[in-house]
């Protein structure tokens, strides 16, 4: 099965019980992150159903059986209600919602580190509190806003990323299936409620420009002036990122990039130091292997 990134239909919200979930996870206390060095800024992650249906635990990985609903998941009975009247929960791996403002969500590609055949899972996204300056990017799709309600299904396989430049909340509904005893299963078995599948709806691109080669290596010249340790990479990847937001180029460039930079201080530790972030983000990884990163410097 190839799912390539699409939009394919909408939730329609009821906005007052949404409000009520959204304020429970507001008052939840923060947890510290399983994956937090893939996000910069604030990013936070709630689990509401799991494998172990422990709402402290946030961790993806393998398993056969459907998730359980973890205490986080029974205080939010309307986003429950949406995902067991709307979804195909038997095949359900993990549904979190994810809040990310003034921050990154650092470019990566997802389940490098599992056993399965990757195209056995699906993960799809939907906006339930959204602002006007928040996008996502992957790498064959390019740049694009998702709008309340919208279902997106995301190929997680190629790099991608999210940022959002304001203060304000960016909440996502993510649900990600896997479809292990299914062969060549289509995307369309997430859906138990068809009613909410449209695929005519238009998505919100963003149009990007050329950014010509010289004025690009303008620009990485001036970043290396500020490369002075490894702590300074993460530093330097969000201004890259935020360059990819309008400027035509693919995801995983923003390493190409980024370990063009290195190489210009003339520190063989700053370029391994980035080549060994674009392994461990895009390329390739172990189970619970991490990539520690300074944090709250977006």
Not at 15 to 21: M, P, S
Request: one cysteine or more.
């Amino acid at each position: 099965m190839v799912t390539a990134t699409r939009l394919v239909g909408r939730v329609k919200f009821d906005d007052a019980l949404l409000k009520q979930d959204l304020k429970v996870l507001s008052e939840l206390p923060l947890l510290r992150e399983q994956y937090d060095e893939f996000g910069s800024g604030t990013w936070i992650n709630h689990s509401l159903w799991n494998r172990t249906g422990e709402w402290t635990d946030t961790q993806y990985s393998d398993y056969d059986h459907p998730a359980i609903r973890t205490q986080a998941g029974a205080a939010t009975p309307y986003l429950s209600k949406i995902i067991e009247e709307c979804f195909d929960i038997e095949h359900l791996r993990m549904a979190r919602v994810r809040n990310l403002v003034d921050g990154l969500v650092i470019p990566h590609t997802d389940f490098l580190e599992l056993s399965e055949e990757k195209d056995r899972y699906i993960r799809i996204l939907i906006p339930l509190e959204t602002c006007i300056d928040s996008y996502h990017t992957e790498e064959n799709f390019g740049v694009f806003r998702m709008r309340k309600g919208d279902i997106w299904i995301l190929e997680s396989t190629l790099p991608h990323g999210a940022l959002n430049l304001t203060s304000d909340n960016r909440r996502i509904l993510s649900l990600d299936f896997q479809y292990a005893d299914i062969l060549n299963p289509h995307y369309s078995l997430i859906f138990k409620d068809p009613s909410i599948r449209d695929e005519s709806i238009r998505p919100a691109l963003v149009s990007r420009t050329k950014l010509e080669a010289e004025d690009l290596q303008d620009y990485l010249e001036l970043l290396s002036t500020s490369f002075n340790d490894k702590d300074d990479a993460e530093h330097i990847l969000v201004k890259l990122s935020k360059v990819h937001l309008r400027f035509e180029s693919p995801v995983s460039d923003i390493y190409k990039n980024l370990t063009e930079v290195a190489k210009m201080t003339r520190r063989q530790d700053l370029v391994e130091h980035c080549e060994k972030m674009q392994r461990f983000y895009i390329g390739s990884r172990l189970m619970n292997e991490r990539f520690p990163l300074r944090r709250g410097i977006y």
